[in-house]
T-cell receptor, first 113, second 111 residues
Framework: NAGVTQTPKFQVLKTGQSMTLQCAQD?????MYWYRQDPGMGLRLIYY???????DKGEVPNGYNVSRLNKREFSLRLESAAPSQTSVYFC????????????FGQGTRLTVV | GQSLEQPSEVTAVEGAIVQINCTYQ??????LSWYQQHDGGAPTFLSY????GLEETGRFSSFLSRSDSYGYLLLQELQMKDSASYFC????????????FGTGTQLKVEL
């Protein structure tokens, strides 16, 4: 049982380049998330998808777009990467009811130079 | 919006008991979750309090007081492997599980 799978695990981008972070879950969860975590800091929500076909902005959505492709997959796109987007990105999923356990992927370590 | 505040760092010795606090301000409140994150790893779920009071799971317990907008995670019989960051989190309004995380507390367990 793979859980939540993120690709890639590491990425270096030049300023202005674009890329898509992929996330897939095999637990039949309704809700999916994208968070970023900067060194020594907490997790900040970028986007949230309560169910297939819906997305909702989080605390820090600027510079990002998302697609909930189907129930399994939730991708995060950086259209024009900036050094301020250097971070560790985590995808997560949960059943969706308040307080239910969120399962996290192993993270994508992104550096923008 | 929501904000959840935690102390940035706590240090304790192996075998001791430590309490990690979380105070929150939310426009709507369903309950409080706790997550553990080891360096370089993914966060993992520890507990969820929907009601006031103490929930116990092995060496870890979590407490919630809605009237005080306050909760804590209690770790007993500390072990070196408990050295990690701990985050409180709360789902937002609307009935879903749109989680906002606290600022995080780094726990260092010393010999």
């Amino acid at each position: 049982n793979a859980g939540v799978t993120q690709t890639p695990k590491f990425q270096v981008l030049k300023t202005g380049q674009s890329m898509t972070l992929q996330c897939a879950q095999d637990m039949n969860h309704n809700s999916m998330y994208w968070y970023r975590q900067d060194p020594g800091m907490g997790l900040r929500l970028i986007y949230y998808s309560a169910s297939e076909g819906t997305t909702d902005k989080g605390e820090v959505p600027n510079g990002y777009n998302v697609s909930r492709l189907n129930k399994r997959e939730f991708s995060l796109r950086l259209e024009s990467a900036a050094p301020s987007q250097t971070s560790v990105y985590f995808c997560a999923s949960s059943v969706g009811a308040p307080g239910t356990e969120a399962f996290f992927g192993q993270g994508t370590r992104l550096t923008v130079v | 919006g929501q904000s959840l505040e935690q102390p940035s760092e706590v240090t304790a010795v192996e075998g001791a008991i430590v309490q990690i606090n979380c105070t929150y301000q939310t426009s709507g409140f369903y309950g409080l979750s706790w997550y553990q994150q080891h360096d370089g790893g993914a966060p993992t779920f520890l507990s969820y309090n929907a009601l006031d009071g103490l929930e116990e799971t092995g060496r870890f317990s979590s407490f919630l007081s809605r009237s005080d907008s306050y909760g804590y995670l209690l770790l007993q019989e500390l072990q070196m492997k408990d050295s990690a960051s701990y985050f409180c989190a709360a789902p937002g309004t609307g009935g879903g599980n749109k989680l906002t995380f606290g600022t995080g507390t780094q726990l260092k367990v010393e010999l």
